[in-house]
């Protein structure tokens, strides 16, 4: 039997010595979701986190969004969620002005993403990932280069 791309790209993952890096949020162990192991295309969350995060299984304190002990069978700690529910550069930081207001952001949650600020997929500390919509990360990566498909972080297995 022939193994496929992805298969291969898994197998050099973990032959190279990379390990998958912990869900971004605060409180959580769990291993992240890879997206496409062809590209070595890794998420921020976990499984978990994501289904309890889009089907609005967390709490509300202190203006955090808390993913309480239980929720889920496999969430065993109160999870704090890191991602946002706006546009982190609604103040310009990137050096560009997003074009959404920051309060119609309720009717795009899924054109919301998780930035890794500097490149690396791998680097899921919470300081390093900000949320962005879909126009304000393709803009802040192709400025950067953090699309480029050949920069460590990505592995494309021909």
């Known amino acids: 039997m022939v193994e496929t791309k992805s298969a291969q790209a898994k197998k050099q993952f973990y032959a190279d010595g990379h390990t998958l890096p912990k869900c971004v949020n605060d409180g959580c ?3 992240v979701v890879v997206r496409e192991w062809k590209n070595w295309s890794i998420k921020s969350e976990c499984t978990s986190c994501i289904d309890c995060r889009k089907n609005k299984k967390y709490t509300i304190q202190n203006n955090k969004k808390i993913i309480k002990k239980g929720s889920k069978r496999s ?3 109160d999870i704090i969620i890191h991602k ?15 074009p959404v207001n920051k309060e119609e952001w309720s009717n795009f949650a899924e054109s919301l993403d998780l930035d890794h600020l500097d490149g690396d997929h791998m680097n ?3 300081i390093n990932v900000k949320t962005y919509c879909k126009l304000c990360h393709n803009r802040k990566s192709k400025q950067t280069g953090d699309w480029n498909s050949n920069k460590p972080s990505r592995r494309k297995i021909d």
């Open 29 to 31: 162990t769990k291993d």
């Open 75 to 77: 969430i065993i700690n």
């Open 84 to 98: 946002k529910d706006f546009c982190e550069n609604f103040n310009s930081h990137l050096g560009f002005k997003c």
């Open 124 to 126: 899921n500390f919470p």
